[in-house]
């Protein structure tokens, strides 16, 4: 391999800041060995397991809450979910940062919420947290990415594959990559 001119990332200096996982390690590891057995491979139906099992960890869960045994939550104590909200299979919530999920709000399969990054303009490669929040009634359709920092506004609905990289309103209908606001979003009488 060649040799970079300029040192831009020296990972060798990269300390991750006092405090950032938000427990000890001990009970990182401990999260992560619940997480990958007893939480994983419970049955779909266990929604109130995985629930209990969220809250003992921290998390702040609302009741009706549906997790599939497939979501990946990477710091349970820095997750908000609201009341009757869904999170769907194989999910990411990266929640290095805090991550808030609305009331009846749903988080479609393959959707990865990422609440902390990487300053690449630094070479020690500082991290960073950023919170996210999603409104009530929102819906990430499936395969959505979600940067950290962002808030999607009460009632919008994501577009399945898209990339949201900045703030979107409520009750639109937005997509693509970067996400943007396609129309607004109506209230069809059933």
């Not at 506004?153 to 594959?161: C, D, F, L, M, S």
Request: include cysteine; proline fraction near 7%.
């Amino acid at each position: 391999m060649n040799p970079v001119s300029h040192e831009f990332q020296k990972l060798e200096s990269f300390r991750l800041p006092p405090n950032f996982r938000g427990r000890s390690a001990a009970i990182v590891q401990l999260w992560w060995l619940v997480s990958s057995s007893l939480f994983s491979y419970s049955p779909q139906f266990m929604y109130g397991w995985r629930r209990w099992l969220l809250r003992l960890f921290g998390a702040k869960v609302g009741k009706g809450v549906l997790v599939r045994p497939s979501v990946k939550v990477t710091y349970p104590w820095k997750l908000s979910i609201g009341n009757f909200a869904w999170i769907g299979d194989e999910v990411v919530l990266y929640s290095l940062g805090e991550i808030e999920i609305g009331d009846s709000s749903v988080v479609s399969q393959r959707s990865y919420l990422c609440a902390a990054s990487h300053d690449y303009s630094k070479p020690d490669f500082p991290i960073y947290d950023r919170k996210i929040c999603i409104g009530a009634q929102a819906w990430l359709a499936t395969d959505v990415f979600v940067a950290p920092g962002v808030t999607i506004g009460e009632g919008a609905v994501v577009g399945a594959r898209s990339s949201v990289f900045h703030d979107l309103p409520p009750m639109t209908v937005c997509m693509g990559s970067p996400a943007k606001p396609i129309k607004p979003r109506l209230h069809s009488q059933a």
